[in-house]
């Protein structure tokens, strides 16, 4: 601002609605990571009581929810990253679009300085 430099306002913007969709991308996954990924135990094979026709099912069924559970983290471990991102984002384009109005403001640009084709010392 004061050294000259230019910030595209309309590029952040851009940026920050990608962020709101993967957002939203990452909602979904995360919806479907937690509640249409779960495998029933019997599907690892057959369950009566404490007895199994395949013996490791029980160990694949707790080797998938932690691994499920892992999965949900890392979604929302993400989903934080880039929500922070994006409101970090939105602030610095607030910050850069309200320092362009001041400055508008401080050389009179809104002031209602000289009209259109009239000089000030007119």
Known sequence: MSDG???DLSALDEVIRRLWRLLDDMEKAGNTSKYE?????????QVSGDSCVFEEARELHGAHGDMKAKIEAMIKSLHGLIDDFSTKTSKVRDRYNDGEHEIKHGMGGDSGGSAKGQLASD
């Open 37 to 45: 990924t779960e495998i029933p135990i019997n599907a690892f094979g």
């Open 5 to 7: 430099m230019r910030v």
